[in-house]
């Protein structure tokens, strides 16, 4: 098969030939017909993920149809349409017994512990537990940004932030998980502001149900500017993005009893960023993070899709090809287009 490789970290990729996989006994081979370029897979690419032997194919949130099934799979057959959890479960351990593969002590990650789908096809463990059908109306490139930005964004919201109506949420980061959580927090009813330092990406957070948006380069004091807008600071707080400046901000933005969400990933020199702890302290702050969500949540927010509440199409971005996926990944901390893009042709 065709895929993207590279042999050594923030070393340029390669589109090569290799070997086609095959399915675990309790996995399956999926045929990708889409998968987004995220900055999780810069992440990886750059070295900041341990998980990753080398050499090593990208990709982790993908849409496809079931190629092969291993012999031990049971809810699964050829031909059917699927995307995953960029998180999978093992289903032995005490948190995947308690539902909650996302934590799961044994999780293993397309694109990180194994390889991925910047490629024609990809290998899938443990398909029973992990594996979710896909309407038949939506297509691929809307479906493969579901497995880490949209499903991300929806778990960060509904149910870590418990974000509900008439509550002030902010969103700092309008890229794909930012722009997400935006749509969500406004279709259960909450008041969204969006901070970025991209105007484009704040007129459409403005278009996805922003009630405010402030550009982070031209405002002395963010949190400030949002304790004046909410009278009293945010309900809910998400950090889309990921650095110590915007996490530190989401923080000090909140109102008592405010809850702040880490959803961007802080790896590298940005591991451990300073906290106002005091604050968290003093007014009772809840600190909470937001690391994918498991397959058995999907349908409630599928059917929030399906009645139309939530529209995840509209942040699709690019639609590029395989060949020019390198240059999409090796520049994603450097330019992020509007929406997300998504791979869909060989």
């Known amino acids: 098969m065709k895929a993207v490789l590279f042999e050594k970290f923030e070393e340029a990729p390669k589109v090569v030939t290799v070997d086609d996989p095959t399915p675990e006994v309790h996995g399956v081979v999926l045929k990708v017909e889409a998968t987004g370029v995220c900055r999780s897979d810069w992440h990886g690419w750059m070295g900041h993920d341990t998980d990753i032997d080398l050499p090593h194919i990208p990709g982790h949130e993908l849409a496809g149809i079931v190629e092969a099934v291993g012999k031990d799979v049971t809810n699964w057959k050829v031909g059917d349409r699927v995307t995953v959890p960029f998180v999978g479960g093992c289903g032995s351990c005490p948190e995947c017994h308690a539902g909650h593969q996302q934590v799961c002590h044994n999780q293993f990650q397309p694109g990180f512990t194994h390889w991925g789908s910047f490629a024609e096809y990809v290998g899938i463990h443990q398909a029973d537990l992990n594996l979710v059908s896909l309407p038949e109306s939506m297509d691929f490139a809307t479906a493969a940004s579901l497995g880490c930005r949209f499903a991300t964004s929806f778990r960060a919201v509904v149910d870590q932030g418990k974000a509900s109506a008439g509550q002030w949420v902010v969103v700092r980061g309008c890229g794909g998980v930012g722009l997400s959580a935006v749509m969500i927090a406004n279709a259960v009813g909450a008041n969204v502001i969006a901070i970025d330092i991209n105007d484009e ?71 451990t960023p300073q906290v106002p702890m005091s604050k968290v302290i003093g007014q009772e702050l809840e600190i909470l993070g937001s690391h994918g969500m498991q397959a058995h949540r999907y349908g409630a927010m ?18 590029i090809s395989l060949a020019e996926a390198p240059e999409a990944l090796m520049n994603m901390d450097k330019f992020q287009s509007v929406g997300a893009t998504v791979i869909t042709k060989l």
Do not use: W, Y
């Open 201 to 271: 990406k704040l007129a459409l957070a403005k278009a996805l149900g922003a009630v405010a948006t402030i550009n982070g380069a031209s405002v002395a004091d963010v949190p400030e500017a949002v304790i004046e807008l909410t009278k009293g600071g945010a309900h809910v707080s998400l950090d889309a993005l990921g650095h110590p400046v915007t996490c530190f901000n989401s923080i000090a933005n909140l109102r008592p009893r405010g809850k702040h969400v880490q959803v961007g990933l802080m790896l590298a020199d940005h591991a």
């Open 302 to 319: 599928l059917d929030m899709v399906e009645s139309g509440k939530l529209d995840p199409a509209r942040l699709v971005g690019d639609q």
